[in-house]
Structure formats: C-alpha cells, structure tokens
C-alpha cells in the first residue's frame, strides 16, 4: 500500500530510513468487532500481512484482544503499536462510551514491550487510511477530477457518527479528529419538528448521531411506523428482528420496493446531506468532502447523486463555496485500521 499523491499527508518520517522494514500491530476498535493487523512499513507505505477480527464483546479488555492476537500469530518482538479508538483520545487515553472500557497506550506500550505506542480517535485514523486509497476507491459524486488544494471534511455514519477533517497548511494535509457528531440536531420542516419532538422524549438532547447512525436509520423507521403510521409488512418485521437493520431495510427499498422503507432512506440521504453542508461550512472544506463509514457503504447504490448535491449546496449566503466543493463516497472498508499503523510508521521523523 502506498501513498496515493491527492492526499498530501503530513508525515515527516517517511524521509527517514530508520521508519522502513518497522513491524506494526495496528488495531480498530469498535463496539461489535475489533480488527487487528500486522504490518510492515516499506519506502513510505505498509504491507499487511496478517488482519484478523474478535468479537469485542467477546473480551473484557483490549488488552485481552491484544494478547490473543499475539497468540494467535506467533508475533515476537513486534516494534510499534497503533490504537484506532471511537472516541476522544486526551494524552493517551481514552473511555469510549459504546465500548465501556478506560483504554491507556502507555499502558499498552509498557506491559506489551513495544518501542513506540499511538492511539487515535477512530475517525482521524481513517483521515490517514484514505491517504492509501487508490482513485478506484473514490465514488464522485461532485468533482472536477481530483481533490482541491483547501481543507477538506469527513463524514462517517455508522455505529456512531465520525466527523474530522484535514487542515490543509499550504503544501500537506493534517488530520485532526472532531466530537461534532454529537452537536445538536436541529429540524427545518414541520414533520422534522414532530421527528425531533419524538426524539426528544426518548434522548432529551437530540445530537446528530441520534439521527445519522445505525441507531439514526432506526429512529427514523420507527418514527415512520409509529408516528406516520406508515404499514410495515409482517414478513419485514421478522427480517428487521433477525438480521442486520442496515442491509434489511436496503434490501426492502431496492428488491421489494417498501415505501417506509424508501422514505427512511430518503429522510437518512436528506439528513446526511445537510450535516455534510454543515461541516463543510464549519471547516471551510474548500478542498472536498469525503463521506465514509459503514452506511453509505451498505445504501451507496441507492443515493440519488444529483439530488443528495442539490440538498448539499442549499445555504443562505454560501452557495458559491458549497457548489465549488468536490464530494467523493469512500468505498473502501478498514481505513482506520491502515490509517492508525501509517501514523505510528511515519508521524514523527
């Protein structure tokens, strides 16, 4: 895997020898499965040779993952460890709330013998993971051909909502991690305010991730079905309880042509859009938004690309720079598992 030159990342020790042939375990923890890899760093980029995934609920530490895997692939005398977390990391530790674990790289990095720990918030991971995408992997969805010199912007649906961008400085991208998922929703039709209010008694505060996540998709179904009254066939109601919500209610839409479940998309796509205006305009992402994370993964097919554009670009004053702005979807999987062994492999000279 190799840098791919529209994503100019900062990372001053690729132009150091002693970064190259640096064994990595490299590790993306998330509430139901927790992957882990292990790379070796070459000429500027990384060669995996192993990835493995555990069911997280499985284990009552990460470090119990981490043993096993160890285990698991005979490894001896790997040199660095890089920690992809769904949450706020502060001075090297960190408590996600989806996982309920207190996570500590010094820790890790110590009781483990590893030369060199990092451990980053999920989202700014994946920031340096798509720095390895090849343009096969960018789903356009409004561009001139290639990403602009400027900020750019990331948004992540999925179990939670991931938002972070990169600061453009001049020459090369920097990532940075946000918590604005959990900025507050806010309605602009009347039947958004009823979806709000229904939000609203079960959450009391009513974040975008109530909205834009697999518990977002949810949310609006059940809104349609018992706010809307919107019928649900019996036989959807039994896939919905067995299966995964994401890929039922796609597969409903698309195979079956279930209204409430179209409408759940459309509401989902018109929503994702106008978080998607938001940070732009937050970040003054001049230089593209890219939206990843499992969801636009799973429904990629279905969004309309003109229409989610026309939703993107609608502002009060700030139409210019929003319909100036490139927007791929991010087709591959894993970016913070890559991204995370890439920052411990070339960061810091």
């Not at 499965?33 to 555990?54: A, C, D, H, K």
């Not at 990391?89 to 500590?104: M, T, Y």
């Not at 972070?164 to 998922?181: H, V």
Request: proline share 4%; aromatic share 12%; charged share 25%.
């Amino acid at each position: 895997m190799i840098l791919n030159p529209k994503f100019p990342l900062y990372l001053p020790g690729v132009e150091n020898s002693n970064n190259d042939n640096v064994t990595i375990i490299g590790a993306s923890l998330r509430e139901d499965i927790t992957i882990l890899g292990y790379f070796v760093s070459s000429n500027g980029g990384l060669e995996i040779r192993i990835q493995n995934e555990y069911n997280t609920k499985d284990y009552t530490s990460f470090s119990d993952i981490l043993r096993k895997f160890i285990q698991d692939n005979q490894l001896d005398n790997v040199k660095r460890l890089a920690v992809a977390v769904p949450g706020p990391v502060i001075n090297g530790k960190s408590s996600p709330a989806r996982l309920g674990w207190d996570l500590d790289i010094e820790e890790y990095t110590r009781d483990f013998g590893f030369e060199k720990g990092d451990m980053l918030n999920d989202l700014e991971a994946s920031a340096y993971g798509m720095g390895l995408l090849e343009d096969s992997d960018l789903d356009p969805i409004y561009t001139g051909g290639h990403l602009e010199k400027g900020n750019v912007a990331i948004l992540a649906p999925g179990n939670g909502l991931g938002e972070a961008g990169y600061f453009f400085d001049g020459k090369n991208l920097r990532p940075f991690a946000t918590e604005g998922g959990h900025s507050e929703f806010s309605p602009r039709t009347n039947v958004e305010v009823e979806f709000y209010q229904f939000l609203n008694n079960i959450y009391g505060i009513v974040s975008w991730e109530n909205v834009l996540s697999k518990t977002g998709l949810f949310n609006i179904y059940r809104f349609l079905r018992d706010v809307k009254r919107h019928p649900e066939p019996e036989w959807l109601a039994e896939r919905l309880n067995g299966g995964n919500f994401v890929e039922e209610i796609y597969k409903a839409a698309v195979e079956d042509d279930v209204l409430i479940c179209k409408i759940a998309l459309d509401t989902f796509v018109e929503f994702l859009a106008r978080e998607a205006n938001n940070l732009v305009l937050k970040l003054k992402a001049t230089g593209g938004l890219l939206i990843a994370g499992d969801i636009p993964q799973v429904i990629r097919e279905y969004i309309d690309k003109g229409k989610f554009y026309d939703k993107f670009k609608i502002s009060d004053k700030m139409e210019a720079l929003l319909k100036s702005t490139p927007i791929y979807l991010i087709k591959q999987n894993h970016t913070a598992l890559k991204g995370a062994a890439l920052y411990t492999a070339y960061y810091q000279n």
